[in-house]
């Protein structure tokens, strides 16, 4: 038990001080735990997130667009794969994982529940969507666990060409015609509230997150980076000359920011619980992915073995 | 036993940015095969074109060390598969680390 | 027809045939049997649209109307579209997605071996820097014709339906319009039908590799030169063109 104790509180000394935690160091089972399921709910979340905007693509209104969405939801594939690989140093297995998010066990962020209806979807879901992952992971970049940290790094050089492409967006149709300010306001009046939601409960109503910031897994409270959010995006809505759907949005002064409603905890509940526009779909497209491809997975191992390849070192 | 379902095992990546410089860990991926895993690696890792050279190792062919067994940090029973390299070079470009 | 005529529907051949694929590429995003393959085919897709893209645009410049590369590609209709049948027949399974891909990437490295000989400035830069990357397309899905040729019983049976399949679209590939003629001569454009031999001696090789046996018969569907197709452009021309199409005076 002392023993324990000690492990414990050296390896506590060595997050305070600063330093990178690495597969192979001693680690709480609790730490282990927790990073795993951050780290895989990232993931799924990276791969859940291509379908409501993969969606799109083949309906993007000029070529130009329809590359760089390609290259976008090419690049959440990406973010999704480092992340999984940073779980599996954890001592968890890709399949597991997998399993975990395709029989609902697993939870990955609720925003992608949304459905993507026009094409200012794409738009808000790179300006708010993107925006609000962004806050999270800069900090992540800082994070206790190397692995993660290091992932988060990848990710966050990658991910800024994402939220300017989804500005941009809503940028030409904000400037356009009638119609296309109309689809903008619109888009924003769907995205804003989820966009608000991915920053997880108020602070009180969060129990995970003591530990997190304990443990530099976490740098900052959701409240805190959900004020930031709102401080940072609404000046980008007013320049475009567009409303944020929220009557008690006003400038305090005193704080320096932004006083702002609050979020519907009944929406947000009952699509973290499953019921959501989207969710059913969601999964079951992912669920589908994987088992359609078990044939080809089960072939690609078979020829492997065929060949002799000889995929464990001798 | 052949026909089970998997992801493939896993593979370690190192890039070389430039002809000269040396190999640099940059992750892992799965992959059936080593030509698969040279692919997806390229794909992965060097679609913003990082890199000139690219070694693929199955993670399970690296001899790690591990951290000093003092005491406290001797973890026993660590077969595991999923192992990285203890040094690691921070990416240029990154000023918190 | 004009010299210029002829190339610029000889661009379209080439634009569209490309366009069109990576349109039923991009249908994979999010669905690939793995994440790794995911990533592989979304950056096939954006190579090949990326060719397109260049193609449309100089194709734009001949047509001498002021037109963007947009224009051509969402305000032509079906008659008006010269891809090759095989890039429009729907995305079926992986297997005959990763076949359809690996005869069509064999062809964009012949023929753009083959243009980067042209006496077209412009067509030689785009096909010099379109090879490295087909190159790549062609090593990664001739790598899955012999993993799933030769891989289980399953995907054995699904490659050579794959196989059957898409045979008879095969001859398309390297049909020659009259108007080619003009442009051959002067050495900016290729004679598809030239590309044949080397073409098929390379796919047999491969598909023999991986056992599977090449149909018996010949019912070889030709025309898509003229601007004919299958039943499945339509919709994919309803939805790629949807959204110019319903907002005419936008700019998107």
């Known amino acids: 038990m002392e023993n324990q104790l000690d492990l414990e509180n050296t390896f506590q000394a060595r997050i305070d001080k600063g330093e990178m935690i690495e597969p192979k160091d001693w680690m709480p089972d609790h730490y282990r735990k927790h990073l795993i399921r951050q780290i895989s709910q990232h993931a799924h979340s990276e791969i859940v997130g291509m379908l409501p905007e993969g969606n799109w693509i083949t309906r993007a209104p000029s070529l130009r667009a329809k590359m760089v969405l390609l290259a976008k939801v090419q690049d959440e594939g990406g973010h999704g794969l480092y992340l999984y690989t940073a779980a599996e140093t954890l001592g968890t297995d890709r399949e597991t994982i997998l399993d975990q998010l395709h029989t609902g066990k697993a939870k990955y962020s609720s925003i992608f529940n949304y459905p993507t209806l026009t094409w200012a979807d794409i738009g808000a879901v790179g300006w708010l969507v ?164 078990e044939w080809v997975r089960k072939a690609a191992a078979a020829h492997a073995k065929k060949k002799n390849e000889n995929l464990i070192a001798a | 036993m052949s026909n089970q379902d998997s992801q493939g095992p896993i593979w370690e990546v190192f890039v070389q940015k430039k002809s000269g410089q040396p190999f640099v860990h940059c992750g892992s991926l799965h992959a059936f095969d080593k030509e698969m895993a040279l692919q997806n690696a390229r794909d992965l890792y060097t679609r913003r074109g990082e890199g000139s050279a690219v070694w693929v190792v199955l993670s399970s062919a690296i001899v790690a060390s591990t951290p000093e067994d003092v005491g406290p940090f001797f973890e026993p029973s660590n077969d595991k598969v999923y192992r990285h390299p203890t040094f690691y070079k921070v990416p240029d470009g990154i000023s918190h680390m | 027809m004009t010299k210029e005529q002829s190339l610029y529907a000889y661009i379209l051949r080439i634009a569209d045939t490309n366009l069109i694929h990576g349109q039923r590429l991009a249908e994979w995003c999010g669905h690939g049997p793995f994440l790794e393959e995911d990533l592989a085919l979304t950056n096939i897709a954006l190579d090949i649209i990326g060719q397109s893209q260049a193609l449309y645009q100089y194709a734009a410049q001949l047509n001498g109307k002021g037109q963007s590369e947009d224009d051509l590609v969402f305000h032509r209709h079906e008659r008006q579209y010269y891809n090759a049948f095989m890039a429009e027949l729907p995305k079926g399974d992986f297997g005959f997605t990763i076949l359809r891909a690996y005869l069509l990437s064999v062809f964009n490295h012949h023929l753009y071996t083959a243009l980067t000989k042209s006496s077209d400035n412009t067509i030689a830069a785009i096909a010099s820097k379109s090879i490295k990357e087909v190159s790549y397309h062609v090593r990664h899905t001739g790598a899955w014709i012999e993993r799933l040729g030769d891989g289980t019983d399953e995907s054995h049976e699904k490659m050579q339906n794959a196989l059957n399949e898409l045979w008879r679209f095969t001859s398309d590939l390297f049909t020659v319009e009259n108007s080619d003629s003009i442009i051959i001569n002067d050495g900016s454009a290729v004679d598809f039908s030239t590309l044949e031999i080397a073409w098929s001696s390379q796919v047999r090789e491969k598909l023999s590799l991986a056992s599977l046996t090449i149909p018996q018969e010949n019912n070889q569907q030709l025309g898509s030169r003229k601007g004919k197709h299958t039943e499945h452009l339509g919709y994919m021309l309803a939805e790629m063109q949807y959204i110019p199409r319903a907002y005419p005076d936008a700019k998107w």
């Not at chain 1, 904000?174 to 509230?193: I, V």
């Not at chain 1, 995006?233 to 320049?239: F, K, N």
């Not at chain 1, 059913?280 to 497209?285: F, H, V």
Request: hydrophobic share 35%; with cysteine.
């Open chain 1, 130 to 293: 993107d925006g609000a992952a962004i806050m999270n992971q800069v900090m992540l970049q800082r994070t206790s666990y190397g692995p993660y940290a290091r992932a988060m790094v990848r990710i966050c050089k990658e991910e800024s060409f994402h939220q300017r492409q989804g500005y941009e967006i809503i940028c030409k149709l904000a400037n356009g015609t009638p119609e296309q300010k109309e689809m903008a306001q619109d888009a924003l009046n769907r995205w804003w509230w989820p966009s608000l939601m991915m920053f997880g409960p108020r602070d009180e109503n969060s129990p995970n997150s003591e530990n997190a910031i304990k443990w530099k897994i976490k740098r900052e409270t959701n409240d805190q980076l959900r004020q930031r959010f709102v401080n940072q995006t609404v000046p980008q809505a007013e320049y475009l000359g567009l409303k944020v759907p929220d009557d008690k949005l006003v400038w305090n002064e005193a704080k320096k920011g932004y006083d702002f409603g609050e979020v519907d905890w009944d929406e947000f509940n009952r699509v973290i619980s499953g019921n959501g526009p989207c969710n059913k779909e969601r999964l079951a497209a992912r669920v589908k992915a994987h088992e359609e491809g």
